[in-house]
């Protein structure tokens, strides 16, 4: 039988918009995923259009939102006077406006708007200021958990670097028992892959988010570029970005279905001979109240390596 | 087995495209007759052939027109500009500018409610306001309701004067932030063709940004 094996995944993607290329503007959608200290996170910027350095910006948006969701996770995740949320989205722009300030331009040129989710045990938290959406993933199939924000008009939205974009920041919490997915998509992705008047996701969303059951991250990343940049670049005008963040949960007969990059990646290991011993210990250790050096003896590896493999398969069951 | 991950076009979908709503509200009184009328018709018979063979503002751009000479008329509402065709007008009457302005208004307003109702997202709405001369009727109402709309940023209006006789002023009157400008003679053709090509950089305009207008350009219709 075996107990199934879980973690969550991320894989994101970007293409430059049409319009972008077109007005001799660098793609300003940004968007990473990261995995430290037993969180798992994404994050996705779009870059005001009108802004100069809005690229700079979505950088450090990111790059300081995934920085503060690892070392601030529980703090947030319990944080109930918003004492917590305020420090965090004070960090993100005083980063901004230090680049701003070293890169010789006022802040308004680093206008983004800013998603995430962060997963940790069995809690997540997400926030969201301006357009774009955050959609969740539960068993009977994919809902929206942050709408955009907009103005009234098409091009109308709130960023991070606005004056309200405090007043306006979205956050999320709860636990993740049912829920298997997230992904964060700008409002060029969403464009196809939401639809406004009968707010339903697109089946797409749920077709990718499965990519990440059975293929490497990396190559489910690649895959969406090549997507995204097929199917949705003649649609609109805009960069189009998308981020990704599954729990995988693989059973022992899913396992030994699993190609062996599959499995390279899911099991972190760095080679086929690392991904051999790997699966020999966690076969053995299927059987209930087996010891290491018992285990050891079976597989024909050192107690040490062994206990090296029991750890990292502890964490993912 | 390297096995490609393919989307198929049928899993995604489609939203409407954002609409770029204008509406002329155009001077046809007694004064127009002759010649002006005639360039009028073939100016804006121009503007629609030029929205509706360009690839992306055909199905944005959303055009209506209203004339006002001896009374003002909806001659064409909103609607899909491949499905329209240019209006014909005739001069006759006098001049009821304020009646024209209201009723530009009202069918913005309604439509801007029906986009909201199906989920259509919309860009600030235009109007072209033409005339060639004083109103024969008050425009305060529609002046106030203009300025207010224009200085909380939700309607751009481009009044424009047409020949001698035409008062500026009051043609000042309805736009706060932008200056009127007078029609080179009576170069409607070059009107058009700069206010369609106008409509479609907003249509292409990236989300985020506020689009500028080609003011090189206004120099071909314009006196500047």
Same mark, same amino acid.
Not at chain 2, 27 to 47: A, C, H, K, Y
Not at chain 2, 143 to 156: D, H, I, P
């Given at each position: 039988?075996? %107990? !199934? ?6 894989? @994101? ?27 798992? +996170? ?6 005001? $259009?009108? +802004? ?22 529980? #703090? ?7 004492? +917590? ?14 680049? +701003? ?16 989710? !962060? ?7 997400? $926030? ?9 993933? %539960? ?12 103005? #009234? ?42 639809? %406004? ?25 690649? &895959? ?11 649609? @609109? ?11 995988? @949960? ?51 590896? &050192? ?15 | ?6 989307? /198929? ?48 503002? /055909? ?24 499905? *329209? ?31 909201? *109702? ?15 001369? *004083? ?16 200085? *909380? ?43 369609? /090509?106008?409509?479609? /950089? ?23």
């Amino acid at each position: 039988m075996g %107990r !199934a094996l879980s973690r969550w995944r991320s894989a @994101t993607a970007v293409i430059v918009g049409r319009s972008h290329e077109r007005a001799g503007l660098p793609c300003q959608d940004r968007t990473a995923g990261r995995q430290s200290r037993g969180v798992n +996170a994404i994050a996705l910027a779009d870059g005001a $259009g009108s +802004a100069s350095c809005s690229g700079l910006g979505a950088d450090v948006a990111i790059e300081t939102t995934l920085d503060r969701l690892t070392d601030m996770f529980d #703090e947030l995740v319990a944080d109930e006077s918003g004492e +917590a949320r305020r420090r965090f989205f004070q960090s993100v722009l005083s980063r901004l406006e230090s680049a +701003a300030a070293a890169a010789a331009t006022d802040l308004r040129t680093l206008a983004c708007t800013l998603l995430f989710v !962060a997963v940790k045990d069995r809690k997540f938290i997400a $926030g969201h200021v301006g357009d774009g959406m955050i959609v969740r993933a %539960r068993a009977l199939g994919c809902d929206v958990l942050s709408q955009p924000q907009r103005g #009234e008009f098409a091009n109308e939205t709130v960023f991070i670097t606005s004056r309200d974009a405090w007043t306006q920041f979205r956050w999320y919490r709860g636990t993740v028992d049912d829920i298997t997915a997230f992904a964060l998509m700008s409002d060029g992705s969403a464009a196809s892959l939401y639809s %406004r008047d009968r707010g339903t996701v697109a089946s797409a969303v749920t077709t990718v988010l499965g990519w990440l059951d059975e293929h490497p991250v990396s190559k489910v990343s690649q &895959s969406l570029v090549d997507n995204l940049r097929d199917l949705l670049r003649d649609r @609109t005008g805009d960069d189009c970005s998308l981020a990704m963040l599954r729990r995988v @949960t693989l059973d022992s007969e899913q396992v030994a279905d699993r190609s062996a990059a599959f499995l390279m990646d899911f099991l972190d290991c760095r080679s086929p001979l690392g991904l051999k011993n790997r699966l020999a210990v966690l076969k053995v250790l299927e059987e209930e109240g087996v010891s290491s050096s018992s285990v050891s003896k079976r597989v024909d590896l &050192s107690e040490r390596t062994v206990r090296r493999h029991r750890q990292f398969l502890e964490q993912l069951w | 087995m390297s096995e490609e991950l393919k989307l /198929r076009r049928e899993e995604l979908v489609e939203n409407p495209t954002a609409r770029v709503p204008v509406c002329l509200c155009l001077d046809t009184s007694s004064s127009m007759g002759g010649e002006p009328i005639e360039e009028l018709n073939r100016g804006v018979e121009v503007f629609f052939n030029a929205l509706q063979q360009d690839e992306i503002a /055909r199905y944005a751009a959303e055009v209506a027109v209203v004339q006002f000479g001896g009374r003002a008329t909806k001659l064409t509402d909103f609607g899909a500009i491949t499905r *329209q065709e240019a209006p014909i007008f005739t001069a006759s009457g006098g001049t009821p500018m304020g009646a024209g302005v209201g009723l530009a208004l009202d069918l913005l307003e309604a439509r801007k409610k029906e986009y909201s *109702q199906a989920g259509i997202d919309y860009y600030q709405p235009w109007i072209v306001l033409m005339t060639d001369g *004083q109103p024969t009727d008050s425009i305060e109402a529609a002046v106030q309701r203009t300025t207010l709309l224009v200085e *909380q940023r939700k309607l751009t209006i481009f009044p424009i004067g047409i020949g001698e006789g035409v008062d500026m002023e009051v043609l000042a009157r309805f736009s706060p932030k932008r200056a009127p400008l007078r029609l080179q003679g009576l170069n409607f053709a070059s009107f058009f063709e700069w206010l369609s /090509r106008s409509v479609s /950089r907003v249509s292409q305009s990236i989300p985020g940004t506020t689009v500028p207008l080609d003011q090189e350009g206004i120099k071909g219709w314009a006196e500047l």
